[in-house]
């Protein structure tokens, strides 16, 4: 299976400010994938993110508050900009394999766990 | 519409016996995968399991199985000789194939086991 790390695991943010958090994989992947998860609460879709392409956004997510970047098939980032307490969540990227045999499996990074003040 | 309901906030189990959470979900398509996940206090999001729609035998892997009943559009999962390492927060997901390839996810329920 994909193995994911992010950067960073946690941090602690002044509102107004902005954070960028990175995802790296060890294999080449085409779909790259951005959730959040707010204290208490499941798992949303932020975006989409393919290599080459502008991401797509989910309904309530928007460029200018939560830009990527997806340089290539390995890597990419999430800007949180201009921060408030309401961003507080933990933010993961997640990556599609599909295996051989038809199986298609869904991997998260580690997370980032961040806490805006 | 709810696409992932999964209606037990929270479960008890004691050690070394057996436990099903529950899943169902909501679709039109014919084309979808099922997905469980571990969520343990760290935060990280561990996969458990896959079934997609024309698998015609439940997924195992290890301890963990999925019971899918297609009619019923249920997928619970079962989780056999419960460990305590096994408390968690436990999310069923759905993903369907004809549109994008998003996850949707119920509200999880959370296993607590006891020794």
């Known amino acids: 299976s994909a193995v994911i790390s992010q950067k960073p695991s946690r941090d602690i943010c002044q509102r107004g400010t902005s954070l960028t958090i990175q995802c790296q994989v060890d294999s080449q992947v085409t779909m790259m994938f951005w959730y959040r998860q707010q204290p208490g609460q499941s798992l949303t879709l932020i975006a989409t993110a393919n290599q080459g392409s502008e991401a797509t956004y989910e309904s309530g997510f928007v460029i200018d508050k939560f830009p990527i970047s997806r340089p290539n098939l390995t890597f990419s980032t999430l800007t949180v900009s201009n921060m408030s307490p309401e961003d507080s969540s933990i933010y993961l990227c997640s990556v599609e394999e599909r295996l051989k045999g038809g199986s298609d499996e869904q991997y998260f990074g580690p997370g980032t766990r961040l806490t805006v003040t | 519409a709810q696409k992932i309901t999964q209606t037990q906030p929270g479960m008890f189990v004691q050690e070394k016996e057996a436990v099903t959470l529950d899943c169902t979900y909501d679709?039109?398509?014919?084309?979808?995968?099922l997905f469980w996940y571990k969520q343990p206090s760290s935060g990280e999001m561990i996969f458990l399991i896959y079934?997609?729609?024309?698998?015609?035998q439940n997924a195992t892997e290890g301890r963990y199985s999925l019971n899918f009943q297609k009619a019923r559009k249920s997928a619970n999962l079962v989780i056999s000789a419960s460990q305590l390492g096994d408390s968690a927060m436990y999310f069923c997901?759905?993903?369907?194939?004809?549109?994008?390839?998003?996850?949707?996810f119920g509200k999880g329920t959370k296993l607590t086991v006891n020794p």
């Open positions: 079934q997609g729609s024309y698998d015609e």
């Open positions: 997901a759905m993903r369907e194939t004809s549109g994008s390839e998003k996850l949707v």
């Open positions: 679709t039109s398509d014919q084309s979808y995968g």
